[in-house]
């Protein structure tokens, strides 16, 4: 269930012509900076941009709906904090401001929601945080949910520095 979108500037382009949009789904891992930064300097590269999706998981108190609500506002308070850094994040490292987009529910079925639903999104960035445990995101992206994707999806090594990253892109 999207629960608030924010459109950064769009580029204008020619007739039949679309913007690539880098999906990365935000938390605060390690792993996740590195993708961010991949997507970042990337779109840059392209003249692309970047959308920084955050999923609040489906909440699991139901009973009186009140306060189901106030954990909601306040999940939602604190996801949108994290994702202004972010997004700052983003404008001083390539200078645009990302789009901003915050779901409520499964994680993977809110990830797919978002691709399906914004046909400029070209590829799904992951961040990947070692061999022996990738985290559940690659595991789940790696295997079955990739075959129902329109776009590719790009892991990034959580062990890459800064400077190998831009050195990638």
Known sequence: M???????????LGPGE???????????????HQALRYASR?????SGSVVLLYVIPPADFQHWSAIEHLMREEAQEAAQMLLDRLADDVRSLVGFMPEIVIRQGK????????????????????????????????????????R?????????????SAEDIDLLV
């Open 42 to 46: 990337r779109a840059a590269k392209i």
């Open 107 to 146: 994680i993977h079925d809110e990830i797919l929601a978002e691709i399906n639903e914004d046909g400029d999104i070209h590829a799904l960035v992951l961040g990947a945080a070692n061999a022996e445990n990738p985290g559940p995101l690659v595991s789940a992206f790696g295997g079955p949910l990739l």
């Open 2 to 12: 999207l629960l608030d979108k924010k459109v950064g500037p769009r580029v204008e």
């Open 18 to 32: 679309h913007q690539w949009k880098f999906l990365v789904v935000a938390d605060d891992t390690p792993e996740f």
């Open 148 to 160: 129902g994707l329109r776009i590719p999806v790009l892991f990034v090594p959580g062990g890459l």
